[in-house]
């Protein structure tokens, strides 16, 4: 069975999209796309880095605008702001369910280039993890 799912952050350049790829390379059974309610002009260079590190390749991603899915219908919208430090999108489209798995962001790191790095592929593991359990719970109709 099909699932649509929607990944909402704010600039789409570095968590959505890391979760977008993870969730695509989980299974074939997923219909997975990414937004921001405002999209940076391109994905971040790093998220790009160590997505690769780990075999999946986002270079011809593209930030894209929330309101380019507003007319679709989605099994779920993701959001994946940290909360605490951004104020979450909403998405006034038609969803089943709406959750929210926050994470920190990696482009607000600072330091050295290994420092920022470091951000990046902690938040890169923390959301191949927590999205592996989501696939592998919605893959079971939990």
Same mark, same amino acid.
């Given at each position: 069975? +099909?699932?649509?799912?929607?990944? &909402?952050? @704010? #600039? +789409? *350049?570095?968590?959505s999209q890391?979760?977008?790829?993870? &969730?695509?390379?989980? *299974?074939?059974?997923?219909?997975?796309?990414?937004? #921001?309610?405002?999209?940076?002009? !391109?994905?971040?260079?790093? !998220?790009?880095?160590?997505?690769?590190?780990?075999?999946?390749?986002?270079? @011809?991603?593209?930030?894209?605008?929330?309101?380019?899915? &507003? *007319?679709? %219908?989605?099994?779920?919208?993701?959001?994946?702001?940290? #909360?605490?430090?951004?104020?979450?999108?909403?998405?006034?489209?038609?969803?089943k369910h709406?959750?929210?798995?926050?994470?920190?962001?990696? !482009?607000?790191? @600072? #330091?050295?280039? $290994?420092e920022v &790095?470091?951000?990046? %592929?902690?938040?890169?593991?923390?959301?191949? $993890?927590?999205?592996?359990?989501?696939?592998?719970?919605?893959?079971?109709?939990?």
């Amino acid at each position: 069975m +099909n699932q649509s799912i929607l990944i &909402l952050c @704010t #600039g +789409n *350049s570095c968590r959505s999209q890391m979760a977008e790829a993870f &969730l695509r390379s989980f *299974s074939q059974g997923f219909e997975v796309f990414s937004a #921001g309610t405002r999209p940076a002009p !391109a994905v971040h260079p790093s !998220a790009i880095k160590v997505m690769r590190e780990v075999g999946i390749d986002i270079a @011809t991603h593209r930030p894209k605008l929330v309101d380019e899915f &507003l *007319s679709q %219908r989605f099994d779920y919208i993701i959001t994946v702001c940290d #909360g605490a430090r951004e104020s979450c999108p909403v998405f006034t489209g038609k969803v089943k369910h709406r959750l929210h798995i926050g994470f920190d962001d990696p !482009a607000a790191a @600072t #330091g050295s280039d $290994e420092e920022v &790095l470091a951000v990046f %592929r902690r938040v890169r593991d923390e959301i191949g $993890e927590r999205f592996r359990q989501f696939a592998d719970e919605i893959s079971k109709g939990a």
